[in-house]
């Protein structure tokens, strides 16, 4: 009875499910045309708009914007423009081939190496771009797309069909521009970004932030009266916290998250500016080495007139104060010379002190025997015998993070030093504090108490811990 | 036996609705494999490499050439063909020039090279310079900074080139009789080869780090070596003379070992592929002149 039941059951369900099987199933398209007719479809959006697409590109959340326009052609090339000004320029315009696959869902590929693969292998590849995108949707008449090779969170790309006037936004004169900012930077401990400041004419405010032009970030370190930075000293300063990531547009830096600041009671909101003349006149800050720096002239809505200078000036550096117990030390390897190699690997520490272990500067110090300001290095024995050689120095001038000093002919010793030690002590502090000025920043993200001085005359740095 | 009947019924309504669709392979090719002759570069490698060799060179961007949690880019377009003149150059033409050469590399050659723009950026933080899979496909990385004058560049691609294709020797002959006993306690455990210096890989009888970490990596270090290396016998070979200390007759006895090897593999060479290694080394050397 029980299996009688269950044929029953079985024939019916056969039945019903063969039912099913109607003859449109017979209309519907092979797997192989449905995929034809998605990639076509796909690249005939691609292709439609006039002007073709407008992307203002973000890497990753930890970037800036690039404003970026493509045109699509039918026969798998497509036409970038950008505002990224690296390489003489090559991305600029650039044709390369594009492809849509099937993958998981459509894919668009850029096959040849162009803009979203220069930014793709920054930094180790790790700067966080793409340059194959999963399509998502239409949404109006924009394109969606998602990155297939990000690991966390993807980057979501919108294609905007492009205005007619499109073009005549890109600001690649102001982008290699704004990236001559970034002359005296250096590659060590993560590089350090420019320091910009921004002079706000009418007002005579000073906003000091600095400046990543390779992520397009900017982080506002201080703003107050004056223009120069004694004036602006001599004023109060009003510490800022913000960041933002920026883009060009139509010759302007424009910033996604506005910096609001109030200084003596008035107001400013700084948002897009606009930056018209450019010169390298700006102030050379090594006497003898006059290495021109960058001006931009420009003005900023509501607020007037302004000028971006190259700056070296760091609130964080102020705090570089003399200290009359102990002084300042680092380990010798972070004495580094202008092409980023540590002095002590290879270089005038290295030859002369094979033995150094640290970089000693004493800036105050309170003591019988060892010269108030005086800076060297110490030495330790392969059987762990210490010693330290230290050369005098003058205070010539403190102008907030900018320390100028003199070196004096006085030296001190712990332990009887030999004549090829002597030359040796003279040679590596002349060598290393030429002319005598260094501008004090701190380093992000390294705890309180750790600065960078950097000579801007023979582009040497030197990290020291308090 | 409800189970079982319920599972009947399943399997039987599975079996009735895949009737109902026409065949729909899943292997559809997600790629269009005709090749679209659509420009010059395209039509030359096609003539060049493809008809010639049936090597198909691949320099628009697939991320199947690359592993899963690595990161490559494409070359720029403009350096497909000088990098194609270099391979043509510094790799395939050496073995046309020496007896039996055409054959063997006919008859061995990778059926893919891969190029690309830069490293390949692994997410450990390592760096890797080239690869090879199987004997079937060879990728040349660093294309966009194609500088054949440049001892280091050149370096790179030439290492990558000769010692993957000297993987088919071994993959289809074996490795040399009793190669590995030459340095028998030389070989590194899995995955710390890195942590040798090439002093200390020299001591142990081998020409790199590198090539302690297998019996077939050294094969194909040492004949990479030999093959590019214009200071070969400088660097590995030949013995240090009046050694009065022990470090220095420990050094010897690793050259030593490298002649053995060396010897070895000019023998097989010789008997499985019919050609000479040395004057494959001469050809080669004379191009880099």
């Not at chain 1, 002369?352 to 110490?378: E, H, K, M, R, T």
């Not at chain 1, 900018?402 to 001190?412: D, G, V």
Request: proline content about 4%.
């Amino acid at each position: 009875m029980e299996v009688r039941n269950i044929l029953l059951c079985g024939i019916c369900a056969f039945l019903f499910l063969l039912s099913a099987c109607e003859d449109e199933d017979n209309d519907l398209p092979s797997v192989e045309d449905r995929i034809e007719s998605a990639i076509n479809e796909l690249r005939d959006e691609l292709t439609q708009p006039a002007n073709g697409w407008r992307l203002d590109y973000q890497p990753s959340p930890n970037t800036g914007l690039f404003y970026i326009l493509l045109d699509f052609d039918d026969n798998g090339q497509v036409t970038i423009k950008s505002d990224v000004p690296d390489n003489a320029g090559e991305f600029f315009e650039q044709t390369v081939s594009y492809r849509i696959d099937n993958g998981l869902s459509l894919e668009l590929i850029l096959e040849t190496y162009g803009v979203f693969h220069f930014l793709f292998e920054k930094d180790q590849s790790s700067f966080g771009g793409e340059f194959e995108f999963l399509f998502d949707d239409k949404q109006g008449s924009d394109l969606l797309f998602r990155s297939k090779s990000d690991v966390g969170s993807s980057t979501r790309l919108v294609f905007s069909p492009a205005e007619p006037n499109a073009e005549s936004l890109l600001s690649g004169e102001l982008a290699t521009n704004i990236s001559k900012y970034n002359d005296f930077t250096t590659l060590v401990v993560g590089g350090y970004p420019p320091t910009q400041q921004l002079i706000l004419e009418n007002a005579n405010v000073s906003i000091f932030w600095t400046i990543d032009v390779e992520s397009r970030i900017i982080e506002f370190d201080a703003a107050g009266v004056g223009s120069t930075v004694q004036e602006f000293l001599e004023n109060t300063v009003v510490p800022l916290s913000h960041s933002t990531g920026y883009i060009f547009l139509d010759g302007s830096l424009v910033l996604v998250d506005p910096l609001t600041v109030n200084v003596n009671g008035e107001q400013f909101l700084i948002e897009e500016i606009r930056l018209d003349n450019f010169s390298m006149d700006g102030e050379a800050f090594c006497e003898s080495n006059i290495m021109p720096t960058a001006v931009y002239e420009g003005s900023i809505q509501g607020v007037g007139p302004v000028k971006l200078l190259r700056s070296f000036f760091d609130l964080g550096g102020l705090d570089f104060t003399p200290m009359d117990e102990s002084g300042y030390g680092v380990n010798i390897i972070f004495v580094i010379d202008s092409d980023d190699r540590s002095l002590a690997d290879q270089g005038s520490i290295s030859e002369a002190f094979p033995d150094a272990v640290g970089f000693l500067f004493n800036y105050g110090l309170v003591s019988d025997s060892i010269p108030s300001n005086s800076l060297g290095v110490s030495l330790e024995d392969d059987d762990g015998n210490r010693k330290i050689y230290l050369r005098e120095f003058e205070v010539a001038s403190v102008l907030g993070n900018r320390l100028e000093i003199n070196l004096l002919n006085s030296f001190y010793y712990s332990d009887t030093p030999t004549v090829a030690d002597e030359q040796g002590l003279a040679a590596v502090t002349e060598e290393i504090f030429a002319e005598g000025t260094v501008y004090i920043s701190d380093v992000p993200n390294s705890g309180e108490g750790v600065f960078r001085l950097f000579n801007a005359c023979n582009m040497y740095q030197l990290f020291l811990v308090r | 036996m409800k189970i079982v009947r319920i599972t009947f019924l399943f399997v039987f309504v599975a079996t009735v609705f895949n009737s109902c669709y026409p065949d729909e392979s899943l292997d559809v090719p997600v790629n269009d494999d005709e090749i679209e002759l659509i420009t010059e570069l395209d039509q030359y490698i096609q003539r060049n490499f493809t008809d010639r060799y049936g090597m198909s060179i691949r320099y628009k961007f697939i991320d199947n050439y690359v592993q899963p949690g690595t990161r490559a880019v494409p070359p720029r377009l403009e350096t497909v063909r000088p990098m194609l003149d270099f391979i043509e150059g510094f790799w395939i033409d050496p073995y046309l020039e020496v007896d039996n050469g055409r054959v063997f590399f006919e008859d061995h050659v990778p059926s893919e090279i891969i190029l690309l723009g830069g490293f390949i950026f692994n997410d450990d933080g390592t760096v890797t310079l080239g690869t090879a899979d199987a004997g079937a496909r060879i990728t040349f990385t660093n294309v966009n900074a194609i500088d054949p004058d440049s001892i280091e560049w050149r370096t790179l691609q030439l290492q990558t080139v000769y010692h993957e294709f000297a993987h088919t020797v071994h993959q289809q002959y074996k490795l040399p009789a009793a190669y590995e006993t030459i340095s028998p306690t030389g070989y590194t455990s899995a995955g710390s080869w890195f942590n040798l210096t090439d002093e200390e890989a020299l001591l142990r009888g081998f020409v790199s780090p590198y090539s302690t970490s297998s019996p077939n990596e050294d094969f194909a270090e040492t004949v990479a070596f030999y093959l590019f290396d214009p200071n070969f016998f400088e660097n590995f070979t030949q013995d240090e003379e009046n050694c009065e200390t022990a470090e220095c007759e420990a050094f010897n006895e690793g050259r030593d070992r490298i002649r053995q090897k060396v010897s070895a593999i000019l023998n097989h060479y010789e008997n499985v592929t019919n050609v000479s290694l040395e004057d494959l080394r001469a050809a080669v050397q004379a191009k880099l002149q």
